[in-house]
């Protein structure tokens, strides 16, 4: 069978012959129909995730480990549990059946394929604790899945919601999809803050991270108030490092300005119920989940592509 293979640490997965997956007991065998291509996917290829190490020990291997594929008899199954050097971009996978879920009528596989980046944005509700009518930041709103959270809040009920970004018609576009207001990363640090402060409003509820680095390090300084009074708490969800994975914070970031920062793992518990909810929102045509398709085929072009604006890449068979 084909699939896409990788043979050294940042390499460009190239569509080769492997062998056909070994059915071990309690696996089942699938035919693949739909595999994203997340951000995470380049960094462990890249060797740069801290979850890297076990895909660059047994290079050559194939990349991404959960997709959309079909049984035997035809069901749409969600599927995940893949260890490499197996991976999820292949013409069929064996998985382990505690792996698989169904996937619900309505929901395209190219689109339940990218399921998981609005999910992931309900991390403001399930880590973050939003409520209806608080204010939402989201930090890094111009890729996929910063596009969606900005959704997700409005849906949420949030009364107000401010995304930041690095590219001013990606922040156009932002507007379009529910944000009151946006702040350009790219100006220096003193004009960065000032933004924060000025477009907080009675304050962030709730804050959004897929950046990191340097623009939550700005927020950090933005939050801290001019006097004893005690503000409102900030619910910081760190859930990306897409602007860098360290940060500098000061000790009165966190002693005076009520800042709270959980990652977004925090309260997984209600992830199901989560992921119920995106489900009934995308089926219902109140969330949608922009994606390009491109077959397995070309996975060289399609990896290396760069142009796809606020659009994921699912990887479809061919």
Same mark, same amino acid.
């Given at each position: 069978?084909? *699939? ?40 462990? &290829? ?50 382990? *059946? ?42 890094? #709103?111009?890729?996929? /899945?910063? $596009? ?20 001013? #018609? ?23 803050? $000032? ?10 509820? &709730? ?16 939050? &801290? ?28 970031? !966190? ?8 990652? /977004? ?21 109140? !969330? ?27 990887? &479809?068979?061919?």
């Amino acid at each position: 069978m084909k *699939a896409a293979v990788v043979d050294r640490r940042g390499g460009v997965p190239e569509y080769l012959d492997v062998p056909e997956p070994e059915v071990n007991d309690g696996e089942v065998l699938l035919t693949v129909a739909a595999v994203a291509v997340e951000n995470v996917d380049r960094a462990i &290829v890249a060797g740069t995730h801290y979850t890297a190490a076990g895909f660059q020990e047994v290079l050559p291997a194939v990349p991404c480990f959960d997709g959309i594929g079909r049984l035997p008899d035809g069901t749409v199954v969600g599927f995940g549990g893949l260890r490499p050097p197996r991976g999820a971009l292949a013409e069929r996978v064996a998985v382990p *059946a505690a792996h698989t879920v169904p996937i619900p009528d309505g929901v395209e596989p190219p689109v339940a394929a990218a399921l998981s980046s609005a999910i992931s944005a309900m991390c403001m509700q399930t880590a973050g604790g939003l409520s209806a009518g608080e204010t939402v930041l989201v930090q890094g #709103a111009t890729g996929v /899945a910063g $596009r969606l959270a900005v959704q997700v809040a409005r849906l949420l009920g949030a009364k107000r919601v401010v995304a930041t970004g690095r590219d001013q #018609a990606a922040l156009e576009e932002v507007v379009a999809l529910g944000a009151d207001a946006v702040i350009d990363t790219t100006v220096d640090d003193e004009r960065l803050v $000032r933004a924060f402060r000025e477009h907080a409003g009675d304050g962030y509820d &709730v804050v959004v991270d897929y950046l990191w680095g340097r623009p939550a390090e700005m927020l950090t300084r933005a939050l &801290v108030p001019d006097s004893f009074a005690m503000p409102k708490s900030t619910r910081l969800v760190q859930i990306g490092e897409s602007a860098g994975p360290d940060l500098r914070l000061a000790a009165d970031a !966190l002693r005076t300005s009520g800042l709270e920062v959980y990652g /977004a793992a925090r309260n997984a518990v209600a992830m199901p119920a989560a992921h119920q909810q995106v489900v009934e929102w995308v089926r219902s045509g109140a !969330l949608t989940i922009p994606v390009t398709t491109m077959p397995l085929s070309r996975i060289a072009q399609a990896w290396t592509r760069t142009d796809l604006r606020g659009r994921r890449l699912v990887i &479809v068979k061919g």
